[in-house]
């Protein structure tokens, strides 16, 4: 690909990224301070799932990326998720 | 230039080795998840005694060199050479700072006794072990990772000076980036699941 056809990503929305992703770290602080018993968990890895898209989709221009890669970043998203799946059905059910 | 360059084959290979470590790292992860299951309530109770603030301000310096890195890569594609050597010294001194502030936090726990091995977690109830010694390895392997992201960095900073990466050729400084990009995915985990955890 020519460099000129590559994507070139503005200072602009770099930095609305990056307040983006400082705000999110605020949210996830602020909400470890409050005890929503079940819902600590799951929530504070949603927020972190969302800086890591973020970071994923527009620092590391996965936006605008051709099919293989995408594809295979998701990939190995599942193979983690299968990892992880596959443990817990050993331990949560012991 | 007279040699043909695949800049997209780079890239997928550049992937394709960021997902050997995304697997690495998720191993591990895994562990992490299995033994917060097992030791809920110790992990919560020692998570309290890593620092929040030292952890939180190690996130920003983080999330603020990875933006200074993407947009070394946006500074140099429109020839603006200075603001690429300027972005990316800012991105080394974040990531120095962010391994001061972990010297500090580690010598604080060897200090008060904490450290593989160390009489009193061998001691401790399991939980406190297995924690701790979770934070060791995954913290100093992400650590290993920073001086590597750090190093290549570095290594950008000179070619850029040097003009070997130019508004044309910047291959290597897009792929140092993916990989100090995904330092900052993994601590983006690391900081909620060792320091916030109730």
Redesign the interface.
């Known amino acids: 690909?020519d460099?000129a056809q590559?994507h070139?990503?503005?200072?602009t929305t770099?930095?609305l990224?990056?307040a983006a992703?400082?705000l999110l770290?605020g949210i996830?602080?602020g909400v470890?301070y409050l005890?929503l018993g079940a819902f600590?968990?799951p929530l504070?890895?949603t927020?972190?799932s969302a800086?890591?898209s973020l970071?994923?989709l527009?620092?590391?221009h996965l936006k605008y990326?051709?099919w293989?890669?995408k594809i295979?970043?998701l990939v190995?998203i599942c193979?983690?998720a299968i990892?992880?799946g596959l443990?817990?059905c050993d331990?949560?059910f012991r | 230039m007279t040699s043909q360059h695949d800049r997209t084959g780079t890239r997928i290979g550049m992937w394709l080795f960021l997902y050997t470590e995304i697997i690495l790292f998720g191993g591990l992860f895994v562990l992490y998840a299995v033994y917060f299951h097992e030791y809920s309530a110790a992990f919560a109770e020692n998570g309290k005694e890593l620092n929040r603030v030292i952890g939180a301000f190690n996130t920003i310096l983080l999330l603020v060199s990875s933006f200074t890195v993407a947009a070394s890569l946006t500074a140099i594609r429109r020839q603006a050479k200075r603001l690429c050597l300027l972005l990316l010294a800012a991105s080394l001194l974040c990531g120095s700072v962010f391994l001061v502030n972990k010297y500090f936090e580690w010598g604080h726990k060897f200090a008060v006794g904490i450290y593989p091995n160390s009489p009193l977690l061998a001691s401790a109830p399991p939980g406190k072990n297995i924690f701790f010694g979770l934070y060791y390895v995954i913290t100093g392997l992400h650590g290993l990772h920073v001086i590597i992201g750090m190093s290549l960095l570095a290594l950008c900073l000179v070619l850029v000076h040097r003009d070997r990466i130019t508004a044309h050729r910047f291959t290597i400084l897009e792929n140092s980036g993916l990989y100090w990009h995904l330092v900052d995915l993994i601590w983006i985990f690391v900081f909620p699941l060792f320091y916030l955890i109730l």
Do not use: H, P, R
């Open positions: 690909m460099s590559q070139l990503t503005s200072y770099l930095a990224v990056l992703l400082l770290t996830t602080i470890s005890d600590n968990v504070t890895l927020i972190a800086k890591v970071v994923l527009f620092f590391m990326e051709g293989a890669i295979s970043v190995t193979v983690l990892m992880i443990t817990f331990v949560a």
